[in-house]
């Protein structure tokens, strides 16, 4: 092992600040493992956080990203959790481990990796074996980073708060990484399966196993899930534009549906028609990610479904500014870092 290793650091806010630099390579303290990362999945949260900083207590340097997989190659003195050479993930919110997120009705906790802690787009990390999960067995470096954020959100909604079964419906809404996932996951569960998304994306939508699809731009897509579900609607609606479009789901919706608030690309301030939502006897669900404890579900869903996420598209370690411009322009499934 060489003494020294690349990460990426930034002293200020800005995609333009951001160097790959030559660090030390961490050693592992009392109860972290050192972890040779292979692969770093994006979120476009990531490119938000290097653009503007949202808000976060970023302590400089700071190094951006939150997914990954890679092997543990040392760990610290009292670590039991992990052995040498085994394949491990990261968690999003380290801290959550089970049961109830942290924080109160004030200031709920949104203490992350690549944000309130430091990120992972390096060759190496040293942090708290308590933060990382086994890596699915059936899943390559690249596939399992995808896992900690966007596989999660998606689990985390279907299957731990929603309880997604057979003859269920679900819908989708677009084809981002959380989108993909909400696919194959709902279907993997016994779901039928509509997406609205872009129209030229719709037939790999159909690939990846959406029993239905429908274009978003048409004027009347709200009357076509209508149609599709003769009117009852759908059970389950992973919502990720925010703004008045939660409206729209909310007639989508059927009686007694489950409304998942995951995303906000039309703003933060959401509106909707209050009478149906009333009337319909309709819940709109928060979900930030997840905790450990589902992570850890997921991937033994993973394995034993051989479900195979979504990468759009991988670049090395060198090319982190064109991996963000990728993400600028829309993709369709995750994009990955390849670190080693």
């Known amino acids: 092992m060489t003494e020294t290793m690349r990460r990426w650091e930034m002293d200020d806010i800005g995609r333009d600040r951001l160097e790959l630099r030559h660090v030390p390579i961490p050693q592992p303290q009392r109860g972290e493992v050192l972890v040779q990362v292979a692969a770093v999945a994006l979120n476009y949260r990531d490119k938000m956080v290097t653009e503007s900083g949202r808000g976060l207590p970023l302590s400089f340097p700071f190094t951006p990203g939150s997914d990954l997989s890679g092997t543990v190659v040392a760990t610290g003195d009292e670590v039991t959790r992990f052995a040498i050479g085994e394949h491990v993930i990261s968690t999003f919110t380290p801290d959550w481990i089970d049961g109830r997120r942290h924080g109160d009705a004030r200031t709920p906790s949104y203490r992350t990796l690549g944000g ?7 060759e190496y990390v040293a942090l708290p074996a308590e933060w990382f999960v086994h890596a699915p067995g059936t899943l390559a470096h690249a596939e399992a980073s995808t896992l900690p954020c966007a596989g999660l959100t998606a689990w985390f909604a279907l299957a731990e708060r929603g309880g997604v079964r057979a003859g269920d419906t679900v819908l989708v809404e677009g084809t981002g990484g959380v989108s993909l996932f909400g696919i194959q996951l709902a279907k993997a569960l016994g779901a039928e399966v509509i997406v609205s998304g872009s129209a030229h994306k719709l037939p790999r939508a159909a690939e990846l196993g959406a029993d239905h699809c429908v274009d978003r ?9 209508l149609e599709i579900t003769d009117d009852r609607g759908a059970d389950h609606i992973l919502e990720v534009v925010g703004g008045a479009h939660l409206g729209k789901a909310v007639q989508t919706a059927a009686v007694g549906g489950t ?9 933060f301030d959401v509106t909707a028609p209050v009478m149906p939502l009333m009337l319909k006897d309709i819940t709109v669900q928060g979900i930030g990610t997840g905790h450990r404890r589902a992570l850890e579900d997921l991937v033994r869903a993973v394995d034993r479904t051989g479900l195979k996420p979504v990468i759009d598209e991988r670049y ?21 870092v390849e670190v080693a």
């Open 316 to 336: 090395p370690l060198t090319e982190l500014p064109a991996a963000l411009d990728h993400l600028d322009r829309g993709a369709f499934g995750k994009v990955v």
């Open 217 to 225: 731009t048409r004027e009347d897509w709200i009357e076509a899930i």
């Open 116 to 122: 309130h802690y430091p990120g992972v787009l390096a």
């Open 259 to 267: 409304i998942y608030q995951i995303g906000a690309l039309e703003g």
